[in-house]
């Protein structure tokens, strides 16, 4: 901490109530501190972790399927249900694939148009573009899964444009989730290109690195942590999805659809929390993997 | 919203009590007393309606309550707001265990309730029974919906029925031909319009499998599509799941279901008539019917809270809600048949009742309105049958 | 950079063939809010003004964006405060469990929605609900707030981390005390933060439906609930798409001003999400 002395009362005795309040805070970090941290943590942590906590504790617990009240005896029935139960399982790999493969078609995507964005237009070509960019994540996200639905129909926009349509399933899936979060993938990349000066790429040149080795050894390396930042949300609102697949999905189901279904339908709280631990483990796992490259400073 | 009121309206609750209450689901059967052991609370009938308390809280599936917001055509609010000097207030519900717990707070004077709540709220003392000499409507309802195992227990009436109408089956009438009269159609391992199949998604959609193989398997025994044991349960499953290798996809809101039919995504499977309607206005060739092995349905139900703070308004809402143009306009709008018979003759839509079979008690006959399962057998075996919980878990598994 | 002239020409092609992606199906919103059928049919029956018309008269939705801008405000409020006086603490300070505060903070966002969803429902069901409170507006509020902190926060620290402390010591060593130099010295600094934050955080919520689903009051409609609602309707599905052409065609306004109003030349998207 640098200010370590009181400042100096100007003008002795009239001291106004925020001055000598701020006098006393000055020379106080420690209350400083718990002032400033008080409400964010009172909320982060001890309101929203603490529901996480209260919610995954219910995970043990189970339904009287005939009122419906918790039984809030400890058991690990639901997590056996999960081991063992191959439907699960394969529910639970299908999620992961999806997600995987979504957030890698939305990196392919994302990083040549931020390249672009950030290094080959005009300083107003690219205030325009980044509007453009963001403009689609004002649209409704509902809107734009069902107009992907009429697009994907049969007789529909991809049909007579390409003569074929994957139809409703777990390709329309996967195409729809790549679009919903493209936005989520450029804007980060986008702004971590933008950081990366010029005279850094021209001076790897001048060096004589093509263009190739500039983007290995320079270019990917300084943006990875942005490439991290878009995936965590592509991967995260991927496995958590459960309208759009709803949509387009035809049969396919995700994690989300079956914790949904097991709140609503069946007012299985416990179940729904034992299974919805499984994202949350693997995004947790994700973000302790990521947070080395500084990569959760770029959200 | 339809989609979620039916996937959730089956939610599990103390309806076990009920036993044989609700076995005999549609068949005409009259005097809907319950079976021994469902206790109901002994609630006090209101006497007479006194001046209105110049408003009313109501708990209701989105539609059910229209004040012009939605459609400036599409008001029955202001109407009576302006008779009755009651304004109404209303929370629209999502599912019905929502509606339970809204009605267990004792903020709300009446709700619109479906055919399984309805039962949760009478044993639980959370609904009043309604003396029906102070509806002057309820004379016109049809008797198809009176004294109905969901809506009157120990001869008690506890509510105003709303609506009602059946699971059809709908096909394009230019691909699937001939026009099917059997469900088989859908359940066809080798069908034709594999790919094109549609069936509901929801956990109650296994009754329709059970309804299936209660006239293509009698050795099963199956009395109650809503009354599976074991092997029966088992043997719906090992149903949905060989259709699951037709279906092109399962359906669960009005837009997705219209569309796919139009489109050809989807050829035939099992819908409602209010989409049938909807896919017909917009241009496409589709036709339904119920098909010879009957079909599963749902029926709505208004009831007033023993808590009700202001109950004269709350009947005079009942009577509204019924009578005979505000039914027709509350009918044509969520596409059911309505409860009151002269609404017949006052919809926009001179055919309106035709087509929703309003007036065919034959037709309803062959109707199972949904019900929830339970453990002890709907149609008194026993504590053997599979319950709710059971249904929603086999349905993520027949999804896979 | 030494790119070739084609892998040049090959990137800005790129970066238009993405654009026509993200924008052909917002396309489709705009034509299908002019197409007579109800139920979006491809390729379009007929041109209507029926639906801009009757969109315009639609009380539901008048009162749902009313709702949502109400919920948007709420929640970024909140998350300016808490993601401001996070950024503050951890950049200032040095205090024992500041590495998983840090992590705290990216968690609601990192988490999928239906998560924190069911989380802050049973903890709002459990806790709130027996002094009385019920599912209302607030409660939508406080599930928005939670997601949006963490924008606000990134960009107040990125920020921070540029702007030097030796500006605030000289205010202070002026005789300006703790409140004056924030006035005049630190605010102005991170004044376009604040604002990209501001922005990002404003749209978070207001196309939110996971977390809204799930702690909505039942007689809380936002726009986003709205829509789903209504496009289960198909009645009211092509009013649906009239509501998001109006809502994209609004959101210029924000955006644009924004980008005008970041005077220190920082795109108010750095650190987005």
């Given at each position: 901490?640098?200010?370590?002395?009181?400042?100096?009362?100007?003008?002795?005795?009239?001291?106004?109530?925020?001055?000598?309040?701020?006098?006393?805070?000055?020379?106080?970090?420690?209350?400083?501190?718990?002032?400033?941290?008080?409400?964010?943590?009172?909320?982060?942590?001890?309101a929203y972790?603490?529901?996480?906590?209260?919610?995954?504790?219910?995970?043990?617990?189970?339904?009287?399927?005939?009122?419906?009240?918790?039984?809030?005896?400890?058991?690990?029935?639901?997590?056996?249900?999960?081991?063992?139960?191959?439907?699960?399982?394969?529910?639970?790999?299908?999620?992961?694939?999806?997600?995987?493969?979504?957030?890698?078609?939305?990196a392919?995507?994302?990083?040549?148009?931020?390249?672009?964005?950030?290094?080959?237009?005009?300083?107003?070509?690219?205030?325009?573009?980044?509007?453009?960019?963001?403009?689609?994540?004002?649209?409704?996200?509902?809107?734009?899964?069902?107009?992907?639905?009429?697009?994907?129909g049969?007789?529909?926009?991809v049909?007579?444009?390409?003569?074929?349509?994957?139809?409703?399933?777990?390709?329309?899936?996967?195409?729809?989730?790549?679009?919903?979060?493209?936005?989520?993938?450029?804007l980060?990349?986008?702004?971590?290109?933008?950081?990366?000066?010029?005279?850094?790429?021209?001076?790897?040149?001048?060096?004589?690195?093509?263009?190739?080795?500039?983007?290995?050894?320079?270019?990917?390396?300084?943006?990875?942590?942005?490439?991290?930042?878009?995936?965590?949300?592509?991967?995260?609102?991927?496995?958590?999805?459960?309208?759009?697949?709803?949509?387009?999905?035809?049969?396919?189901?995700?994690?989300?659809?079956?914790?949904?279904?097991?709140?609503?339908?069946?007012?299985?709280?416990?179940?729904?929390?034992?299974?919805?631990?499984?994202?949350?483990?693997?995004?947790?796992?994700?973000?302790?993997?990521?947070?080395?490259?500084?990569?959760?400073?770029?959200? | 919203?339809?989609?979620?009121?039916?996937?959730?309206?089956?939610a599990?609750?103390?309806?076990?009590?009920?036993?044989?209450?609700?076995?005999?689901?549609?068949?005409?059967?009259?005097?809907?007393?319950?079976?021994?052991?469902?206790?109901?609370?002994?609630?006090?009938?209101?006497?007479?309606?006194?001046?209105?308390?110049?408003?009313?809280?109501?708990?209701a599936?989105?539609?059910?309550?229209?004040?012009g917001?939605?459609d400036?055509?599409?008001?029955?609010?202001?109407?009576?707001?302006?008779?009755?000097?009651?304004?109404?207030?209303?929370k629209?519900?999502?599912s019905?265990?929502?509606?339970?717990?809204l009605?267990?707070?004792?903020?709300?004077?009446?709700?619109?309730?479906?055919?399984?709540?309805?039962?949760?709220?009478?044993?639980?003392?959370?609904?009043?029974?309604?003396?029906?000499s102070?509806?002057?409507?309820?004379?016109?309802?049809?008797?198809?919906?009176?004294?109905?195992?969901?809506?009157?227990?120990?001869?008690?009436?506890?509510?105003?029925?709303?609506?009602?109408?059946?699971?059809?089956?709908?096909?394009?009438?230019?691909?699937?031909?001939?026009?099917?009269?059997?469900?088989?159609?859908?359940?066809?391992?080798?069908?034709?319009?594999?790919?094109?199949?549609?069936?509901?998604?929801?956990?109650?959609?296994?009754?329709?499998?059970?309804?299936?193989?209660?006239?293509?398997?009698?050795?099963?025994?199956?009395?109650?599509?809503?009354?599976?044991?074991?092997?029966?349960?088992?043997?719906?499953?090992?149903?949905?799941?060989?259709?699951?290798?037709?279906?092109?996809?399962?359906?669960?809101?009005?837009?997705?279901?219209?569309?796919a039919?139009?489109?050809?995504?989807?050829?035939?499977?099992?819908?409602?008539?209010?989409l049938?309607n909807?896919?017909?206005?917009?241009?496409?060739?589709?036709?339904?019917?119920?098909?010879?092995?009957?079909?599963?349905?749902?029926?709505?139900?208004?009831?007033?809270?023993?808590?009700?703070?202001?109950?004269?308004?709350?009947y005079?809402?009942?009577?509204?809600?019924?009578?005979?143009?505000?039914?027709?306009?509350?009918?044509?709008w969520?596409?059911?048949?309505?409860?009151?018979?002269?609404?017949?003759?006052?919809?926009?839509?001179?055919?309106?009742?035709?087509?929703f079979?309003?007036?065919?008690?034959?037709?309803?006959?062959?109707?199972?309105?949904?019900?929830?399962?339970?453990?002890?057998?709907?149609?008194?075996?026993?504590?053997?049958?599979?319950?709710?919980?059971?249904?929603?878990?086999?349905?993520?598994?027949?999804?896979? | 950079?030494?790119?070739?002239?084609?892998?040049?020409?090959?990137?800005?092609?790129?970066?238009?063939?993405?654009?026509?992606?993200?924008?052909?199906?917002?396309?489709?919103?705009?034509?299908?809010?002019?197409?007579?059928?109800?139920?979006?049919?491809?390729?379009?029956?007929?041109?209507?003004?029926?639906?801009?018309?009757?969109?315009?008269?639609?009380?539901?939705?008048?009162?749902?964006?009313?709702?949502?801008?109400?919920?948007?405000?709420?929640?970024?409020?909140?998350?300016?405060?808490?993601?401001?006086?996070?950024?503050?603490?951890?950049?200032?300070?040095?205090?024992?469990?500041?590495?998983?505060?840090?992590?705290?903070?990216?968690?609601?966002?990192?988490?999928?929605?239906?998560?924190?969803?069911?989380?802050?429902?049973?903890?709002?069901?459990?806790?709130?609900?027996?002094?009385?409170?019920?599912?209302?507006?607030?409660?939508?509020?406080?599930?928005?707030?939670?997601?949006?902190i963490?924008?606000?926060y990134?960009?107040?620290?990125?920020?921070?981390?540029?702007?030097?402390?030796?500006?605030?010591?000289a205010?202070?060593?002026?005789?300006?005390?703790?409140?004056?130099?924030?006035?005049?010295?630190?605010?102005?600094?991170?004044?376009?933060?604040?604002?990209?934050?501001?922005?990002?955080?404003?749209?978070?919520?207001?196309?939110?439906?996971?977390?809204?689903?799930?702690?909505?009051?039942?007689?809380?409609?936002?726009?986003?609930?709205?829509?789903?609602?209504?496009?289960?309707?198909?009645?009211?599905?092509?009013?649906?798409?009239?509501?998001?052409?109006?809502?994209?065609?609004?959101?210029?306004?924000?955006?644009?001003?924004?980008?005008?109003?970041?005077?220190?030349?920082?795109?108010?998207?750095?650190?987005?999400?």
């Amino acid at each position: 901490m640098a200010e370590t002395l009181a400042p100096v009362a100007p003008g002795g005795g009239s001291r106004s109530p925020g001055r000598s309040l701020s006098a006393f805070l000055h020379q106080r970090p420690r209350l400083r501190l718990s002032l400033l941290l008080s409400a964010p943590v009172a909320w982060l942590v001890v309101a929203y972790l603490g529901s996480l906590v209260a919610l995954f504790l219910s995970a043990f617990w189970t339904v009287d399927t005939f009122t419906g009240a918790l039984i809030r005896e400890w058991n690990l029935e639901n997590f056996r249900t999960l081991v063992t139960d191959s439907v699960y399982r394969t529910i639970t790999l299908r999620t992961l694939g999806v997600a995987a493969l979504v957030t890698v078609i939305d990196a392919l995507i994302a990083f040549p148009m931020a390249f672009a964005m950030a290094k080959l237009v005009s300083p107003r070509a690219r205030r325009f573009l980044v509007v453009a960019v963001l403009m689609p994540l004002w649209s409704s996200y509902l809107v734009k899964a069902y107009a992907w639905r009429v697009m994907l129909g049969e007789g529909g926009f991809v049909d007579s444009v390409f003569g074929t349509t994957p139809g409703y399933g777990l390709t329309a899936a996967v195409i729809v989730l790549a679009y919903l979060w493209l936005p989520y993938m450029i804007l980060p990349i986008y702004a971590g290109l933008e950081r990366l000066p010029d005279s850094l790429l021209e001076a790897s040149s001048d060096l004589g690195a093509r263009a190739g080795r500039t983007f290995r050894k320079v270019i990917f390396p300084m943006t990875m942590p942005a490439v991290i930042a878009g995936s965590i949300f592509t991967f995260s609102l991927s496995l958590g999805d459960y309208i759009a697949v709803q949509i387009v999905g035809g049969k396919t189901q995700l994690i989300g659809n079956v914790v949904y279904s097991n709140i609503g339908a069946a007012n299985n709280l416990p179940f729904a929390a034992a299974f919805a631990l499984v994202p949350v483990l693997i995004m947790v796992g994700y973000l302790m993997a990521v947070r080395r490259t500084g990569a959760l400073d770029e959200l | 919203m339809r989609r979620n009121r039916t996937l959730l309206a089956v939610a599990a609750a103390s309806v076990l009590l009920l036993t044989a209450a609700c076995g005999s689901s549609s068949s005409g059967s009259k005097g809907g007393t319950s079976a021994s052991g469902f206790k109901v609370p002994d609630i006090p009938m209101q006497k007479e309606i006194g001046p209105g308390e110049g408003q009313v809280n109501l708990v209701a599936w989105a539609g059910y309550v229209e004040d012009g917001s939605t459609d400036p055509k599409l008001d029955w609010v202001t109407e009576f707001e302006k008779e009755t000097g009651c304004q109404v207030n209303v929370k629209v519900a999502g599912s019905s265990d929502e509606m339970v717990s809204l009605m267990r707070t004792g903020q709300y004077d009446g709700v619109s309730a479906s055919g399984d709540a309805t039962l949760r709220l009478i044993a639980a003392g959370d609904v009043a029974p309604v003396n029906t000499s102070l509806i002057p409507n309820y004379v016109d309802v049809f008797d198809g919906l009176k004294n109905k195992p969901w809506n009157t227990v120990n001869g008690k009436t506890y509510g105003v029925p709303h609506g009602r109408g059946a699971n059809l089956l709908m096909w394009r009438s230019d691909v699937v031909k001939p026009a099917p009269d059997s469900w088989s159609v859908v359940w066809d391992a080798n069908s034709p319009y594999k790919g094109k199949v549609t069936a509901y998604d929801s956990p109650i959609y296994i009754a329709d499998a059970a309804l299936y193989l209660m006239h293509t398997k009698p050795e099963l025994g199956i009395k109650n599509p809503y009354a599976l044991d074991d092997k029966q349960f088992q043997a719906a499953i090992d149903l949905l799941k060989q259709q699951k290798t037709v279906v092109g996809e399962y359906w669960s809101d009005y837009l997705k279901a219209v569309q796919a039919f139009k489109s050809g995504s989807t050829v035939v499977g099992t819908a409602w008539q209010v989409l049938a309607n909807m896919a017909q206005k917009e241009g496409a060739p589709v036709q339904t019917t119920l098909p010879k092995e009957g079909s599963t349905g749902w029926s709505d139900t208004w009831m007033i809270s023993s808590k009700a703070k202001h109950p004269n308004c709350m009947y005079k809402w009942m009577n509204h809600i019924i009578s005979p143009k505000v039914n027709a306009q509350v009918a044509e709008w969520f596409g059911e048949a309505p409860a009151n018979k002269k609404s017949c003759a006052l919809t926009s839509d001179k055919n309106h009742c035709n087509t929703f079979h309003a007036e065919d008690e034959q037709y309803f006959s062959k109707v199972w309105f949904w019900t929830t399962p339970v453990k002890d057998c709907l149609d008194g075996r026993g504590p053997k049958c599979k319950d709710y919980a059971a249904w929603t878990q086999a349905w993520t598994q027949i999804k896979g | 950079m030494n790119l070739s002239r084609g892998a040049r020409a090959l990137l800005r092609l790129w970066l238009v063939l993405g654009l026509a992606v993200i924008y052909v199906p917002l396309l489709i919103v705009l034509v299908n809010s002019f197409n007579a059928g109800r139920t979006f049919a491809w390729p379009p029956e007929g041109f209507t003004l029926d639906w801009w018309a009757r969109a315009w008269g639609n009380q539901g939705a008048r009162a749902a964006l009313w709702t949502s801008v109400q919920a948007a405000l709420g929640a970024t409020a909140v998350a300016l405060l808490l993601g401001t006086m996070t950024a503050f603490a951890v950049h200032r300070y040095k205090f024992f469990g500041q590495r998983p505060l840090s992590l705290a903070v990216v968690l609601p966002i990192a988490l999928p929605g239906i998560v924190t969803g069911i989380a802050l429902n049973t903890a709002f069901r459990t806790t709130l609900e027996p002094l009385g409170i019920g599912f209302g507006l607030m409660t939508v509020i406080i599930g928005h707030a939670t997601f949006c902190i963490v924008v606000v926060y990134n960009n107040v620290i990125a920020r921070l981390r540029r702007v030097s402390r030796s500006l605030e010591e000289a205010s202070m060593d002026l005789g300006a005390d703790t409140f004056q130099t924030f006035r005049h010295v630190t605010f102005p600094a991170i004044r376009s933060a604040l604002l990209a934050g501001a922005l990002l955080a404003f749209a978070l919520s207001f196309d939110e439906i996971i977390v809204t689903t799930f702690t909505a009051g039942a007689g809380v409609q936002t726009l986003p609930i709205w829509i789903y609602t209504n496009l289960a309707r198909p009645n009211q599905a092509p009013i649906v798409n009239v509501v998001a052409v109006f809502v994209i065609v609004l959101s210029v306004i924000p955006i644009w001003l924004a980008q005008r109003l970041s005077s220190d030349g920082a795109s108010p998207t750095a650190h987005t999400r």
